[in-house]
């Protein structure tokens, strides 16, 4: 595992599509019990190199009711995003995930962490990707539904400040969803 995330960690497979010199920001274990599969690091975390350094961390680790300190513990979490670089700026906000990342790192990560009880899945890269043809009509939908991608994966929405007005809009999401996130998580960090 260490020459893998070595491997990545000195990828530049993208390099000339960044707006910085790559930076890829990942964190895993063989031991890692619960994958939270990102979209890509925004430019706070890509100048700090720590996965879910901002508000939106923030916010996802109150809806997985962990600590900081647990978190940022490999053994128990495995971050991984899928673009590992920053992606740079777009009108309506960061770009998209590079495209090449995913392909060419999340199944040998995978088959790396063999320990793995639980896949959030947060955003629409990562939920095409690994719920496949189950993906329903939106974000939306897979998150509504949650309970048919379980006990494997949970479909999220970004904990970003900028969904609010979605999480408003959605009163469901903290009522029936978050509860089920968090238990979940507990169990799985309580199971030795």
């Known amino acids: 595992m260490k020459k893998l995330l070595d491997e990545i960690r000195a990828c530049v497979v993208c390099k000339r599509y960044l707006p910085y010199e790559p930076r890829p920001v990942i964190q895993a274990s063989g031991r890692s019990r619960i994958l939270i599969v990102g979209q890509a690091p925004g430019v706070k975390v890509n100048a700090s190199g720590v996965p879910w350094d901002d508000a939106s961390g923030k916010e996802l680790r109150r809806w997985l009711g962990v600590s900081e300190q647990q978190f940022y513990d490999p053994a128990l979490f495995a971050l991984v995003p899928m673009g590992f670089c920053y992606p740079g700026k777009g009108i309506s906000g960061d770009l998209p995930p590079r495209p090449e990342c995913a392909p060419l790192w999340h199944d040998r990560l995978l088959s790396s962490m063999k320990q793995i009880k639980l896949t959030l ?63 979940n998580v507990a169990r799985i960090l309580n199971d030795k």
């Open 121 to 183: 899945l947060i955003g629409q890269y990562a939920q095409k990707r690994y719920l496949g043809d189950a993906f329903k009509t939106s974000i939306t939908e897979n998150v509504k539904h949650y309970h048919e991608f379980l006990p494997q994966y949970l479909p999220l929405v970004h904990p970003s400040p900028r969904n609010r007005i979605w999480q408003k809009k959605n009163p469901w999401f903290e009522q029936d969803v978050i509860p089920v996130l968090t238990s």
